[in-house]
């Protein structure tokens, strides 16, 4: 074995986790610093923020500002936003990190491991083909190629914005709106 240790100083604030009775899903859009919270994007019913302790790189959540833990309990303008969110996710996704397929869902409730079960989150997780090795299945380990800060900055680049058109709203990624190339 290997004596060689893994610094991971970050995970330290995760091993402390939030002060008893803290929702992340409340406080960080609370704050008007996006950059420092990882917030992507905010509609108007929801949001959409880099997750600080990702079980892959560019793991994204979405969740609704409305303190709510029941997914059938959201109001029909919550989940539709929900849902238009995690399509601009994946959006960027596929511009910023080129993955070759999604984990997408719910964790609603603590035995179904969310970690915040009464504040309801969808996980949006790019996977690639072969990303798996054995560091989490034999060290209980993961390797997060790439830091928070530059995961961050390549997703906001390729966040699809909104462009006016036709009374009809159309969304472009800067990928996809530039020159092709040949």
């Given at each position: 074995?290997?004596?060689?240790?893994?610094?991971?100083?970050?995970?330290i604030?995760?091993i402390?986790?939030?002060?008893?009775?803290?929702?992340?899903?409340?406080?960080?859009?609370?704050?008007?610093?996006?950059?420092?919270?990882?917030?992507?994007?905010?509609?108007?019913?929801?949001?959409?923020?880099?997750?600080?302790?990702?079980?892959?790189?560019?793991?994204?959540?979405?969740?609704?500002?409305?303190?709510?833990?029941?997914?059938?309990?959201?109001?029909?303008?919550?989940?539709?936003?929900?849902?238009?969110?995690?399509?601009?996710?994946?959006?960027?996704?596929?511009?910023?990190?080129?993955?070759?397929?999604?984990?997408?869902?719910?964790?609603?409730?603590?035995?179904?491991?969310?970690?915040?079960?009464?504040?309801?989150?969808?996980?949006?997780?790019?996977r690639?083909?072969?990303?798996?090795?054995?560091?989490?299945?034999?060290a209980?380990?993961?390797?997060?190629?790439?830091?928070?800060?530059?995961?961050?900055?390549?997703?906001?680049?390729?966040?699809?914005?909104?462009?006016?058109?036709?009374?009809?709203?159309?969304?472009?990624?800067?990928?996809?709106?530039?020159?092709?190339?040949?």
């Open positions: 074995m290997n004596d060689r240790p893994l610094w991971a100083p970050w995970r604030a995760y402390r986790g939030p002060k008893a009775g803290e929702c992340i899903f409340c406080t960080k859009p609370a704050s008007a610093d996006d950059r420092a919270n990882y917030l992507l994007q905010r509609g108007d019913h929801c949001f959409v923020l880099l997750n600080a302790y990702p079980y892959a790189p560019g793991h994204l959540m979405v969740a609704p500002y409305r303190h709510i833990g029941d997914f059938e309990r959201l109001h029909d303008d919550e989940a539709l936003e929900l849902v238009q969110l995690t399509q601009r996710a994946i959006r960027a996704l596929k511009v910023a990190f080129r993955p070759d397929g999604f984990n997408v869902g719910l964790n609603l409730g603590k035995v179904a491991g969310a970690g915040f079960g009464d504040h309801l989150h969808l996980h949006v997780v790019p690639w083909e072969g990303d798996n090795n054995f560091m989490p299945v034999i209980d380990t993961r390797v997060i190629n790439q830091s928070l800060e530059a995961a961050y900055a390549e997703l906001a680049a390729a966040w699809p914005r909104e462009e006016a058109g036709s009374g009809a709203q159309r969304e472009t990624s800067r990928a996809e709106s530039a020159p092709a190339s040949d």
